[in-house]
C-alpha cells in the first residue's frame, strides 16, 4: 500500500529531516510511529498524506508516486486518505455534524446520503447527541473524537494520525486507542506518530522508531 | 449543475447575511454598473458616434447663371431618384431674394442692380445616410457642371463629428475605469472572504478538496455580487437616463433629432447583466486562484 525508497525530506534554511528513508507499510497494517520531537514522525506523516512531496527518492501510496501527480491527482488520494491531527483542525463556526460533513462534499456525495453517513460516524464516535454543538463547547476528547469522526467518515483506507492524544488525559487517550483499533480491526491501515508509550502499547501493532531522519523497527516497542 | 446551483443559493444566504456590508458592496457596484450604461447610451447619442450625422442632413446646390434652359429642373430630378435623399426643392433666385428681403428688410438691397442671388437646389438628406454616402453624393454634386458651389456645412459638421467621436473615445475610456473599479471592488470582496476562510481552505485542501471545490462558492459569490451590481445599475441608468431625456427633450424636437436613447435597450441590458456576472466571476476566481497558489506552495 505504501512504498518509500531512499526518500529524504529537507526544508529550506534546515538539514534533512528525513534521511534516505526506506519503508514498506502493507495494507491492513497498525504501525506506530516512534521518536523523539523533531525526529521527523510529522513529517513522515506528511509525506504519507500526500500532502508533502519528497526533495529525493520516490513515495508510492495507493500504488501512485506522489511526486509525480499533478495537484488534481495528489488531491483523489488525499480523498481516500484520513487524517487525525493533534491540534483536531476543526472549523469552529459549524457544528460537529457539519465538521464531519466536510471529506462528504469534497467527495460528492448527495446531501441526504451524507447526512447519514454523518450521523453514523458521530454515533460510531459518541458523539450523536452532540451534533449540533459548536467544536468550542466540546471537552478536548471530544473534539479529538469529533476529529476521528471527521476522518473515518468517507470510510479511506489509510488513516495518519499525527499524536492524536498530544492534549488528552490518559482515560481519554485509552478511549481514542480503543477507536483506532476498532477501525483496524474492519481492515483499515493505520499509521499513529505517537511519544506516548501507553498509548503506543494499547494499540499494539509494528513499531517503527524515527532518529537521525531513519525508521528502524523496534521489536522491543512491539513486544511491548 | 447542482453544485453551482447551491453555491449560488449560499452566495446569495452570504450577502443577505452581512447586510450592511453587502449594501455597501452593491452600492458600488451598481454606481460603476449604472454610470458604464448610462455612458454607453447616451454616447451612442453623440453626432459622428452612431450611423448617421444630424448636422449634415441638408444641402445648398448654387447653380451657374450660364446653363442650358431646363438643366436646373434635370437635376433636382436626377437627385430625387437618388435613395436616401428625402427631398428636393428648386429654388429660383427670385424667391431666394424675396425671402432675403423679407428678413433683411426692403432698405438694405434697394441699392442692388438687379438680383445677385443664383438658382439654388435645396437637397435633404436622410439622417439614416452614412456619412460617408452622404460625402460622396456632395462630392458627386460639386463636380456637376452647373453646380457653381455646394453649401453642406461640412466644417460645422465635421468639427461637430470630431467633437462627438471625442466625447465617444472618452466615454469608453470611462467606462473602461468604471469596469475597472467594479472588478477592483469584487476582488476585494472576495479577499476578504478568503482571509476570513483561510484555515477552512486550508484544511479542506488537506482533506483532499480539489481546486475547483474551493474556487466555486467564491466564484459564485463573485458572479452573484457582479450580477445584482449590473441589474441595480441598469435600474439607476434608467432612472438617470429618462429624466435627462425628459428635461432636453424640447431642445432635442428643436433641432429636428430623433429621440436620443435614454438607457440601454433591453437586450444590451441583458447582456450587461451576463457581463456583470461574469466580470465578478472571472476576478473572484483571480482573488481564489492567488490565495490557492501561497497555500499549495506551503
Known sequence: ?224 | MMRWLSSIRLALARIAAEPLASLFTLTALASAFGLSMTVIAWSSNAPGAGAHDPFASEATLYLKDERPTGSGEALAKRIRSIDGVTSVRLLPREESLQRLQSRLGEGLLSGLDGNPLPDAVIVRIAPELPLERVDALISGWRDDDIVDEVHADRELAQRIREIGRSAARLAHSVVLLLLLSSAVVVFNTIRLQLAGRQHEIELVRLLGAPASFVRRPFIAHGAVLGGLGAALGWGLSSLWGSSVAQSIAPLVSAWGLPAPAAALPTPWGLAALIAGGLLGGATAWLGVARMLRRIDAR
Not at chain 1, 468550542?136 to 494520525?161: D, F, H, N, T, Y
Request: aromatic share 4%; charged share 25%.
Open chain 1, 1 to 224: 500500500m505504501i512504498r518509500l525508497e531512499r526518500v529524504s525530506k529537507r526544508y529550506p534554511g534546515s538539514g534533512d529531516v528525513l534521511s534516505d528513508l526506506s519503508l514498506q507499510i502493507e495494507s491492513g497494517e497498525m504501525i506506530s510511529l516512534l521518536g523523539a520531537s523533531g525526529a521527523g514522525k510529522s513529517t513522515l506523516l506528511r509525506l504519507l498524506g500526500a500532502i508533502e512531496r519528497p526533495s529525493a527518492g520516490r513515495v508510492e501510496v495507493f500504488g501512485q508516486d506522489t511526486g509525480r501527480l499533478r495537484a488534481a491527482e495528489l488531491a483523489m488520494v488525499r480523498q481516500r486518505i484520513g487524517l487525525i491531527f493533534e491540534d483536531y483542525k476543526l472549523l469552529n463556526d459549524r457544528s460537529a455534524l457539519d465538521n464531519v460533513l466536510v471529506p462528504l462534499e469534497i467527495g460528492g456525495y448527495a446531501h441526504q446520503e451524507a447526512l447519514r453517513r454523518a450521523r453514523a460516524a458521530l454515533d460510531k464516535v459518541g458523539l450523536g447527541r452532540r451534533e449540533k454543538a459548536l467544536p468550542v463547547a466540546l471537552s478536548g476528547g471530544e473534539q479529538q473524537r469529533l476529529c476521528i469522526a471527521r476522518a473515518v467518515v468517507s470510510r479511506p483506507a489509510l488513516i495518519l494520525a499525527d499524536e492524536p492524544t498530544g492534549n488528552l488525559d490518559p482515560e481519554q487517550a485509552a478511549g481514542i486507542a480503543d477507536m483506532l483499533r476498532a477501525f483496524h480491526a474492519v481492515g483499515t491501515t493505520i499509521v499513529v506518530a505517537t511519544h506516548d508509550p501507553v498509548f503506543r502499547k494499547r494499540l499494539a501493532g509494528r513499531v517503527l522508531r524515527i532518529g537521525s531522519g531513519q525508521a528502524v523497527e523496534d521489536a522491543a516497542g512491539a513486544d511491548a
